[in-house]
């Protein structure tokens, strides 16, 4: 049976609307589009499966036979092509072009959220022949029900845009009193409690683990993030592919409600103390912040240092912990170096010390860095063991990227056929630019595998330096320029050193990475060759635990 029309004309004989009946459903085939907002609302009875099943029933009152169900749950409006179901619909329609099929919806809110998108998906239907039946609205090409559905459209709009800001504000009200009020976090159960409003963030077996990784990352136990997951997946805080990993533990180190504060700046809820307890404290929190910014240690490198005064930057007061400022002085005999605190609120305001004790006692302490001559076993086991794991992870990110490219390669193929089946050109033109910029993503250059690559080189150049590094830093720091020393200072030292005018530096407040140069050179050096690497490291972290 073809496509009729129904014309209506007033009594004059004008005609007042044209527009197709809404039962023309003889030689159709249908396919049921389901749509909710959450993967929850999917699992519960008014989810998916229920819309599916009203939409069916209706194709039988009909006598259309059903051919296919698309089930999306997908949050919110906004683009029609970002619901993987309705791209997988009208694609199932494009693939099809001699059939003519019907598509059954429960309610127009599960068609679109968003009036501009309404139409646009209204056109992209009306274009490919496809005949639209919703089971709470009446689909009419007349003027007045044109109007009639844009209103319905921008209700649904207006209704999602309300609730979305009612969402936000009581989140917002929860988060200024220092409660979570986002999907739970790694580490911790949301548990209701009788001394607090709704549901608290308790922390768990996992938040226990994660306790003890994080400590591991910010005293210097764990060196890297790959040392943070990989000790993560042993301990079965995760279950497999601690490479995959690196990306969420970035986020959980960079977390500061882990610390036990609450913090959201998109809505401008600052820093305040959280209704939860801290898996780590705010200090240790603090701690990893500077080992993760490196960013921040270059900018704690002054661009007006000297050689006459390296260590001005690098010091600073014991009273008030400001910069030590540093300059000549003239008097009797010649010229004299000077470091004093700059300050004027400090009681030390003024208050020098003499350019040779701040320099030569640095120059101590650098030396009290040192390695003992027969620890290179332990610095090659530790830089063989850190180089296989970049390589795998080199590797592994060669295959993810190859895999992707491959991807790439299926979508570009997918939506060329699709180009070749579309019926108008404005479709068309949709799949070809989709095309294009998949292609442009093959194209990028950090979509490309780095290829064969012959790492002995750089290797024995990079185990080199690092063992002159490690077992002779002073010897090191003589031979660079004052630029190049900032940046050993902060390699060594996580923070800027405490000098005082009666004692010198400050041993006892020797940053993390410093202590482990120490621990290092008071191991028990022999037992190197019966041992090897990991149980002298165990027995370092155990001292830690210890003091």
Known sequence: MSRKLVKKHNGNGNLLAEYESSTDCEGREGLVYARVSSIKQATEGSGLESQAKRCLNDLRSVNVPHVKTFGDSYSGGGDFMNRPAMRELLAFIDANPHRKFVVVFDDLKRFARDAEFHIKLRAAFKARGVLLRCLNFNFDESPEGRFAELIMAGNAELERHQNRRQVIQKQKA??????????????????????????????????????????????????????????????????????????????????????????????????????????????????????????????RIRKDVSGDFPQRGLTICE??????????SKGNGGKFGYYWCHNPACSLYRKSARKDDIETGFKKLLQRTRLKENVDKIIVAVFDRVWKQEIADLKGKETAIERHRDALREKIRQLAEAAIKAKSEQIRAAYEGQMEESANELDDPANRAIGEIDLSVPYRTALGKATGLLKNPSAVWETLDTGERQ???FFIFERKLTYS???????????????????????????????????????????RSTN
């Open 487 to 489: 940046k050993l200072f």
């Open 319 to 328: 009273n008030c912990r400001g910069h030590m400022t540093a300059a000549w």
């Open 501 to 543: 005018l009666k004692t010198g530096y400050r041993t006892e407040d020797i940053p993390t990475a410093a202590r482990l140069f120490e621990e290092f050179a008071v191991a028990n050096t022999p037992s190197v060759d019966r041992t090897g690497f990991e149980p002298v490291a165990s027995s370092l972290q155990m001292r």
């Open 174 to 299: 929860r988060l200024e009193l220092g409660y979570y009020s986002f999907s739970k976090k790694k580490g911790y159960t949301m548990t209701k409690d009788p001394a607090h409003t709704g549901k608290v963030a308790k922390i768990n077996a996992d938040g226990r683990i994660l306790n003890l990784a994080l400590e591991g990352f910010a005293n210097g136990t764990l060196v890297r993030k790959m040392d943070v997951c990989t000790f993560l997946v042993e301990k079965g805080f995760w279950k497999k592919n601690p490479a995959k990993k690196v990306d969420v533990i970035s986020a959980i180190l960079e977390d500061v409600f882990y610390a036990g504060q609450i913090e959201y700046p998109a809505w401008d809820v600052t820093r305040r103390k959280g209704q939860h307890e801290g898996i780590i404290s705010l200090a240790t929190f603090e701690t990893i912040q500077r080992r993760l910014s490196k960013e921040g240690i270059h900018k």
